[in-house]
T-cell receptor, first 111, second 113 residues
């Protein structure tokens, strides 16, 4: 079945440094979604990418969807302490009814 | 504007006990899901439902049961609780399967001792 791999598992940065997490699927995806989970919280939707090669920005966050629709990345420019949390990618397929989540990347930002 | 509501938030069970985790949503979503989250393991799908009266197994259904008698409610039943079921459980809903965002409840932190 479809597997979604996400790296790195953990990332510790100094405030102001950039951060990137990568997501790879074993199969072609219909779309990819990104979620953020604050410590002790629940996953919250950030964005959805649907088109091959799509790039979307949300302030300091840049999301990309690969040309083959099998990989994606989330890049945060100049991290802030408010960026702390775990970032999950989740892949959807046209043959499935539920998103397939990666294991997440836990981001720690120290001032 | 409640969204997805889960109860209880915390629970401690003894081995062999049973319980039901409640989940209700007020967004009229057809699709509902139960995930469990273990440290460093992401979210694993337990069961899902595509509408009232229809449920199906996810990746890790053993030891759990669900029902979907109404659009709003999707309870998760644990029979004969085991330590391996210690986890954080999230209920989620979406309007249109995998192609729209999923809304998550606050989670239930369950410990089986």
């Amino acid at each position: 079945g479809q597997q979604v791999m996400q790296i790195p598992q953990y990332q510790h940065v100094q405030e102001g440094e950039d951060f990137t997490t990568y997501c790879n699927s074993s199969t072609t995806l219909s779309n990819i979604q990104w979620y953020k989970q604050r410590p002790g919280g629940h996953p919250v939707f950030l964005i959805q990418l649907v088109k091959s090669g799509e790039v979307k920005k949300q302030k300091r966050l840049t999301f990309q969807f690969g040309e083959a629709k099998k990989n994606s990345s989330l890049h945060i420019t100049a991290t802030q302490t408010t960026d702390v949390g775990t970032y999950f990618c989740a892949g959807g397929s046209n043959s499935g009814y539920a998103l397939n989540f990666g294991k997440g990347t836990s981001l720690l930002v120290t001032p | 504007n409640a969204g997805v509501t889960q109860t209880p938030k915390f629970r401690i069970l003894k081995i062999g006990q049973s319980m039901t985790l409640q989940c209700t949503q007020d967004m009229n979503h057809n699709y509902m899901y139960w995930y469990r989250q273990d440290p460093g393991m992401g979210l694993k799908l337990i069961y899902y439902s595509v509408g009232a009266g229809i449920t199906d197994k996810g990746e890790v259904p053993n030891g759990y049961n669900v029902s979907r008698s109404t659009t709003e409610d999707f309870p998760l039943r644990l029979e004969l609780a085991a330590p391996s079921q210690t986890s954080v459980y999230f209920c989620a809903s979406s309007k249109v399967a995998v192609n729209t965002e999923a809304f998550f409840g606050q989670g239930t932190r369950l410990t089986v001792v």
